[in-house]
């Protein structure tokens, strides 16, 4: 028994036309997905920024505050520092004979 002629031309054509109908909906969904990027970047960069900036002020408030300067000076000008070499207590065992 053999199949009609027809049949196969018209399983080609029915492949084609799905094949093709597949490709544009890959491609509309990809240029929808790249149009939803390009939109959603820009908002996550202007985000980073603007926390980045929120950011850098707490610190330089933080820093530059009136308590952490006065710290830092009483931490500088009253606090002990490495001893000197000819300070009393560097050397333990130093009888003070040089």
Do not use: C, W
């Not at 799905?18 to 960069?45: D, E, H, N, Q």
């Not at 980073?48 to 929120?54: L, M, N, Q, Y």
């Amino acid at each position: 028994m053999q199949e009609p002629a027809i049949a196969m031309p018209t399983y080609l054509g029915f492949m084609s036309a799905m094949m093709t109908a597949v490709t544009a909906v890959l491609a509309a969904v990809a240029i929808g997905i790249g149009v939803v990027a390009f939109f959603t970047f820009g908002g996550i960069k202007d985000e980073a920024r603007k926390i980045a900036s929120e950011r850098v002020n707490e610190l330089v408030n933080e820093k530059l505050s009136d308590d952490a300067i006065k710290a830092r000076i009483d931490e500088i000008a009253f606090g002990q520092g490495p001893r000197g070499e000819l300070d009393e207590d560097f050397d333990p065992d130093d009888t003070g004979n040089r």
